[in-house]
């Protein structure tokens, strides 16, 4: 019998798993308490007090935030044995003013209607889990044998560079099991992680008048056919590897010939060689732009996220499957993906990210929350949470 299996046949845990279902509009409540407080990635402080007050009410032990915010709490295991990282970022995509306002889609609050919002799934879900969980281990008076540390962590968008993993895996170490919970993309199992580069491309020029200038090359048109080079790479499809600008700005006036411009690039692939050819075609094209007399380009790199992979037929991986099917779902996708497992996945250690429930529009305002799986993911949250940290009834 294997360990899911057997946690699964506790009667406790089975009334645990049940009870989510009773509690999926409490966790949808929480969801959109949590969306509510603006956290822009670099700007979470007020989402991180939110969850350190939380984790303080629920009874966990060593509540602490950090410098970087994120936010640390311990439910304690029966035999100090190599503890368990529960993670999911508090940090959104969306500015501070971005209107945070909720849609249900039939008008009602049951927590099972369709439900808009931005940052709802990615991740207010996810933190809102992480609370749910460390509450189910309370009530249900759940002692692993390993402690379990509950971490809302800082810094996974955007510029952020996994900042809040990073603090979270030199804390803990290659001692430690990670699992990380995002609120969307239930049933998916990432155990492989996407590297991804990220560059700063700056194009400065002496500028001048549109008329009296006319002919003196301009920041902005330098860095438009540079941009046009980068699209005009060829990208493999196998593994898949992707580019993207995803910013560009410059200029002073509609009759200034720019004297400065600049874009964000973002390069990523499923394999580590791929994205160093890729790189590598990035940086060739900046040099080729650099040659042109008055024209200074110059590259810098703001981002990385480091690739790995991890066997699918191994725990942490394969006990999250099997998790998926005690809770009733046999339709488990094994993914690759950017989240902040990448980091232990890189560096070999136990990882794995799952999903709550089903979610679409992911960074755009109309970003949505299907919350009809949330029973069923957070069963298998609960299910391989305490696969990692060990756990018999009969220890009990």
């Known amino acids: 019998m294997g360990v899911v299996e057997k946690i699964s046949r506790s009667r406790r845990i089975k009334e645990a798993i049940n009870g989510f279902v009773k509690t999926s509009g409490e966790i949808v409540d929480l969801t959109i308490a949590i969306q509510q407080i603006p956290a822009p990635t670099f700007s979470e402080s007020l989402r991180a007090d939110f969850v350190e007050k939380s984790f303080g009410d629920l009874g966990l032990r060593d509540v602490c935030q950090d410098e970087i915010n994120n936010v640390y709490a311990r439910w304690p295991g029966s035999d100090g044995g190599p503890p368990v990282i529960i993670s999911a970022h508090t940090d959104t995509v969306f500015p501070i003013d971005t209107d945070l306002t909720v849609r249900f889609d039939n008008g009602s609050e049951s927590g099972q209607d369709i439900i808009f919002g931005p940052g709802l799934a990615d991740n207010s879900l996810g933190v809102a889990g992480l609370l749910k969980l460390a509450e189910t281990l309370r009530d249900y008076r ?69 008329w009296g200038d006319f002919g003196q090359p301009s920041a902005v048109h330098h860095l438009s056919r540079i941009i046009t080079a980068l699209d005009e790479i060829e990208l493999s499809k196998r593994p898949k590897t992707a580019i993207n600008v995803g910013i560009i700005e410059g200029g002073t006036s509609v009759n200034t010939i ?71 779902y046999n339709h488990a996708v094994y993914m690759a993906g950017s989240t902040d497992a990448n980091l232990p996945i890189s560096l070999g250690l136990p990882a794995v990210c799952i999903g709550l429930a089903r979610s679409a529009n992911t960074h755009r305002l109309d970003e949505y929350l299907d919350p009809a799986y949330l029973p069923k993911g957070m069963g298998q949250l609960l299910l391989l949470t305490l696969a990692a940290a060990g756990f018999d009834e009969r220890d009990e």
């Open 142 to 210: 759940l002692v692993p044998s390993s402690d379990i540390w509950f971490v809302g962590n800082v810094c996974e968008e955007g510029l952020g560079n996994l900042r809040g993993m990073r603090s979270i895996v030199k804390r803990f170490g290659e001692a430690a099991a990670y699992i990380v919970v995002e609120g969307g993309s239930f049933g998916s199992i990432f155990h492989q992680a996407i590297g991804v580069r990220r560059f700063r491309l700056d194009v400065s020029t002496p500028g001048g008048h549109s």
């Open 258 to 328: 720019a004297a400065s411009a600049s874009c964000l690039v973002d390069c990523r692939s499923a394999g580590s060689e791929h994205l160093l050819t890729l790189v590598n075609a990035v940086e060739k094209i900046a040099a080729e732009a650099n040659k042109q007399v008055d024209v200074t380009v110059t590259i810098q790199e703001i981002g990385n996220r480091p690739a790995g992979n991890l066997p699918a037929d191994a725990p942490p991986a394969s006990w999250a499957a099997e998790a998926l099917r005690r809770v009733g």
